[in-house]
């Protein structure tokens, strides 16, 4: 059985917990389970093939997927009862994303099978925040190798997992979907304060003095919204503010107005994460 996990990390805490739950997920189902683990950006939705069960994971924005991952789902190939799993990483509240990325999921014939929240460092507001200050200390210091959200996670995957190994069928375990896909009324008023504090930071993005024109941000930009001209990154307005190039940038130079200035970088849980890997060459 091939079980494929596909993701979207801006700033590496997708990326961890992917392969977090994949590492977990072969000890535990070895040698019945084969796992194949890749960023959106590097598996074409249409071409998708070759597996049995799927996994996917995104970060939350705005209680929801990112609208790029939402696009790549709605794109993927049918699912044909396959069944299916989701995870989102938050460094608040997810309220209803997993649920509703299940339901996109279930559009695209997928047999919906479970799926979590993982509460990790919120890399946005950590941006904004003193690198000495405490909640820089908490989320450095913060136990990686042992995520209890991650764990709750593995055990119903793994529970499934083995009822599928065993000969249970994908509908045996479908997971009931309430159909209220448009979340409660403390998900719209997330989204729409998200939306705010995205409009206005989305705005006020530039490098500074101390960009070295290395490149990074534009290779890296899971969107192609930077563009080097004259040796210096101009943003166009297709940002979604998954803050890949702020927190990647080799000198700190790439800010939101002044209020990133001097403050904390996010390099991933255990500090190296990389970006250029998220992306193929050719995109």
Not at 61 to 70: D, E, H, K, R, V
Not at 146 to 153: E, G, I, K, P, V
Not at 237 to 249: F, G, K, V
Request: charged share 20%.
């Amino acid at each position: 059985m091939k079980l494929q996990i596909l993701y979207f990390s801006g700033t590496g805490n997708t990326d961890y917990v992917a392969h977090y739950l994949a590492h977990h997920l072969a000890q535990i189902a070895e040698p019945s389970l084969e796992i194949d683990l890749r960023p959106i950006e590097w598996q074409p939705a249409h071409q998708l093939e070759g597996f049995d069960l799927l996994a996917v994971g995104f970060p939350v924005y705005a209680a929801n997927s990112p609208g790029l991952f939402q696009d790549y789902l709605d794109a993927l190939v049918p699912g044909k009862g396959r069944g299916a799993f989701a995870f989102c990483t938050k460094g608040a509240y997810a309220g209803g994303a997993v649920q509703r990325t299940l339901q996109r999921l279930a559009a695209r014939s997928y047999v919906p099978l479970g799926g979590g929240s993982v509460i990790m460092p919120g890399t946005d507001g950590l941006a904004m925040i003193s690198q000495d200050s405490w909640l820089a200390r908490k989320a450095l210091a913060k136990d990686y190798n042992h995520l209890q959200d991650a764990d709750r996670l593995l055990d119903g995957m793994a529970t499934a997992i083995e009822r599928l190994i065993r000969g249970d069928s994908t509908e045996a375990l479908r997971l009931p979907l309430s159909p209220r896909a448009r979340g409660t009324w403390l998900d719209q008023l997330w989204a729409w304060s998200y939306r705010l504090a995205e409009g206005y930071a989305r705005d006020r993005l530039y490098a500074g003095n101390g960009c070295t024109a290395c490149g990074l941000c534009e290779q890296i930009c899971p969107v192609q919204n930077i563009e080097l001209r004259n040796g210096h990154p101009q943003f166009a307005s297709r940002c979604i503010l998954c803050l890949r190039c702020l927190h990647a940038c080799p000198q700190a130079a790439i800010q939101i107005g002044r209020l990133t200035v001097g403050k904390f970088r996010w390099r991933g849980p255990k500090g190296d994460f990389q970006p250029l890997k998220m992306r193929p060459r050719e995109a």
